[in-house]
């Protein structure tokens, strides 16, 4: 029988200090997730600009009449497959400082590079570079959910979460508008991907000198803040590694319930991201420039639901008015059926509904924000020890759907000012938020899995024996273990 970690926590439990190395690790995670971002959706707009002539008041700066927009903006996800398991379990066994490391400094460099690989290479030239982001950014995810899963303690999960991942708000709240006003004024398109690509190169920078695995690896911690964090988890350094249960993560219903939606999600999600700019431009008439506040304006919106939805989702927990388990299909039913429903009012709007059109779009993202305490945080729930592994699974299903998203657009969208054929992907995108949604409501789980230690099961009990590998005190080990079930 599993039980909430708090009830076995200290009323009085010491915390060090108000502002402690887990919050450093935190703002360092958020800066991180918010320059990934960047860098990945700024050609989602820079594209628009390539490819039109008027686009910029310097008429030197220079255009490409592709036909294969989308297919650019898809060769990301063909990268991002390649390593997000491997990232996940790399991060897992040797750490995730250098996995992300690596992985931004690489990443900053194929950014970079776009602009001059589009002179040289052509269409081709630019796939090539967004294939090399996408696999670099596949240790990201799976590596931060790690960083999570060592450094957020337990009660503080909700806020720790949300407070990282609002990076992804932040990203478009700040490169759109930015992105939009480079390419129209006279630097043109090329300087959005040097000013983003120089930001991932100083994040690497500051990670390189103040990121660090987990608070047992941290030099200066307190022993106050690290006893806190470890106790919250049940877990401290190991002493070996554990070796990841494969099996049981793979066979487990609760991680398949959380895999399908992020997949299905990630379709919805990426369309939102990568094809808005085109489609306010297209069929609504904006210019590039204004496309680009006007997205940037609904992710503002989106990004104030984020900081209401995670104190209330820690408030509900905390009070017991909803089971953690609740909770997340609470918030994964709010933000799954309302994006869809948002998106189909999107698909049956008119030309001459333009305004009405960004405001649907900013409502998809309030709601879409829910998604963050629903099946989002949920691998930390089931598996702070493998939460980058499980992470890393999800992403790549959700990966696949991902590049289905701009392709769909480049095979359906044949005109793209033709608003009947826009409707075919807004439908699509909604039933991807639906069915996928209605599954974790019925399998999902936030009860921390036995398999998290380690565990192996006795096939004449069925009692999980945990072989426990810490170094965590024995009276503290009582504490959140009887006999041979853990108890979190």
Known sequence: ????????????????????????????????VATELMTRITLSLSIVAMTDSTASVNDKIPTYTWKDRDVILSSFYWGYLVLLVAAGQAAKQYGPKWILFTALTVNSCATALIPLAAAYLGSKGVMACRIMQGISQGGVYPSVHTMLGRWAPQNERGRMS???????????????????????????????????????????????????????????ISTAERRYIEESLAQAEETEVIPTP?????????????????????????????????YLKTVMNYDVDASGYLSSLTSVIGVVGIYIYGPLSDFLIEKRYLSRTNTRKFFEVYACYGSAASLLVLAYLKRSQEHLAVYMIAVANVFGSGILFGHSVNPI?????????????????????????PLSVQYIVTDQTNPLQWRIVF??????????????????????????????????????????????????????????????
């Not at 379709?267 to 991201?273: C, H």
């Open 1 to 32: 029988m599993q039980k909430d970690n708090s009830t076995f926590r200290k009323e009085n439990m010491e915390k060090g200090p108000k502002f402690g190395k887990r919050h450093v690790q935190a703002i360092l995670l958020f800066t991180g």
């Open 381 to 405: 729930d089931l598996s702070p020890r493998f939460s980058g592994i499980i992470v890393g699974l999800a992403n790549s299903m959700s990966s696949i759907a991902a590049l289905c998203a």
């Open 246 to 278: 494969w099996k049981a993560i793979l066979s487990s219903p609760h991680v398949w319930a959380l895999v399908i939606p992020t997949a299905g999600s990630g379709y919805a999600v990426i369309f939102l991201q990568n094809e808005m700019p085109t």
């Open 162 to 220: 949300t407070f990282v991942y609002s990076g992804i708000s932040i990203a478009s709240i700040v490169c759109l508008p930015v992105t939009g006003a480079i390419c129209k004024s006279y630097l043109g398109w090329p300087v959005s991907l040097y000013l983003f690509g120089g930001c991932g190169f100083l994040w690497s920078i500051l990670w390189l000198f103040f990121g660090h695995n987990s608070p047992a690896t941290h030099p200066t």
């Open 427 to 488: 439908i699509i995108a909604a039933i991807g938020y639906v069915l996928p949604a209605t599954a974790f409501i019925l399998f999902a789980s936030a009860e921390r899995q036995w398999w998290d230690d380690g565990a192996v099961k006795d096939s004449t009990t069925n009692q999980a024996r945990v072989k426990k590998i810490s170094t965590i005190e024995p009276e503290i080990l009582r504490k959140f273990s009887t006999s041979n079930t853990v108890q979190i």
